[in-house]
């Protein structure tokens, strides 16, 4: 079973609908005493750093999410929930992330990008191998909407880039965690591909 975790920011209805177009059941959470139960857990979240992580940590989420990530369960965070997994953003300094990829969260640079957020269509560049890229090609454009990325300390944890006049980390990962800038339930056929792989990975 795979758990969606809800925490009323993040694109819930239409994640849950692309798992169910893959072929399976997930079951939207909002309990975090229940979040261990899962086999798998992905965190959807849009909107700002600070209000998100916040959130995940007054609600009691927190210790609970790094209690699931640390049993070595897959776990997918996107978008806003792929930036929660760093330390912290630059977006929000005070605010504080689940650290469980050392790195923080930088602002596209507006001088160079021109306009921000960066919303639509952009291709992503795998740069490691991963279970989850299996039978995606090669820089496929996947749907980004977004003003700020992750920047792990350890390059070991950068597995693919997009360049938006600047290159940035689209994909991260360290062991059974992997987080995606981009949504892949907007994503059309790739998006389903990606979701189908983590459905069925085994680190």
């Known amino acids: 079973m795979i758990g969606i975790v809800d925490l009323g920011s993040g694109n819930v209805g239409s994640l849950s609908n692309a798992l169910s177009f893959c072929g399976h059941t997930p079951d939207i959470c909002r309990d975090p005493r229940?979040?261990?139960?899962?086999?798998?857990?992905?965190?959807p979240g849009v909107g700002a750093f600070g209000a998100f992580a916040d959130k995940i940590r007054s609600s009691g989420w927190s210790d609970e999410l790094i209690i699931f990530c640390e049993s070595k369960k897959p776990f997918l965070g996107i978008c806003v929930g792929m930036q929660v997994l760093m330390q912290q953003s630059a977006e929000a300094p005070d605010a504080c992330?689940?650290?469980?990829?050392?790195?923080?969260?930088?602002?596209?640079?507006?001088?160079?990008?021109?306009?921000?957020?960066?919303?639509?269509?952009?291709?992503?560049?795998?740069?490691?191998?991963?279970?989850?890229f299996e039978g995606i090609p090669p820089s496929s454009d996947f749907y980004f909407t977004h003003s700020y990325f992750?920047?792990?300390?350890?390059?070991?944890?950068?597995?693919a880039t997009t360049d938006y006049f600047q290159k940035f980390a689209s994909v991260v990962g360290h062991e059974n965690?992997?987080?995606v800038q981009f949504h892949p339930e907007k994503s059309q056929t790739p998006g389903m591909k990606l979701l189908r792989n983590f459905c069925d990975w085994r680190p």
């Open 177 to 179: 965690l992997i987080g």
């Open 34 to 43: 229940k979040i261990n139960s899962y086999e798998k857990a992905i965190l």
């Open 97 to 132: 992330g689940l650290s469980l990829i050392k790195g923080t969260v930088n602002r596209l640079d507006i001088k160079q990008v021109q306009k921000l957020p960066h919303v639509g269509w952009n291709n992503v560049d795998f740069i490691k191998q991963h279970p989850v």
């Open 150 to 159: 992750c920047d792990p300390n350890n390059g070991e944890n950068l597995l």
